[in-house]
Nanobody
Framework: QVQLVESGGGLVQAGDSLRLSCAAS????????MGWFRQAPGKAREFVAR????????DYADSVKGRFAIARDNANNMVYLQMNRLKSEDTAVYYC????????????WGQGTQVTVSS
């Protein structure tokens, strides 16, 4: 079972950049599809981005496409979310998640890191 710990959140201004990190432990990292999700106050958790096991294929929500980039480092059990041109609507708690290869859903979640974008 994999454990996930996010870091890198904070308070930034609109237009700034921020990089989130997620450290994984306790599992075979390269066997998981990794993803980032977010939850804004009063809203449901939503998908942001995911990267498949090899790190070659990525997928993004339309709202972040062209601004955010997901990447993984299988040698160091890390996944990153580079966020550029941040907007106030990107304000949310960001969660790292892992999906085992044989399963259809993200089963493992970190505790989240707060990102606040001031306009």
């Amino acid at each position: 079972q994999v454990q996930l710990v996010e870091s890198g959140g904070g308070l930034v201004q609109a237009g700034d950049s921020l990089r989130l990190s997620c450290a994984a432990s306790g599992g075979t990292f390269s066997s998981y599809t990794m993803g980032w999700f977010r939850q804004a106050p009063g809203k449901a958790r939503e998908f942001v981005a995911r990267v498949e096991r090899s790190g070659i294929l990525m997928d993004y929500a339309d709202s972040v496409k062209g601004r955010f980039a997901i990447a993984r480092d299988n040698a160091n059990n890390m996944v990153y979310l580079q966020m550029n041109r941040l907007k106030s609507e990107d304000t949310a708690v960001y969660y790292c998640a892992a999906k085992p290869h044989a399963e259809d859903v993200f089963n493992y979640w970190g505790q989240g890191t707060q990102v606040t974008v001031s306009s």
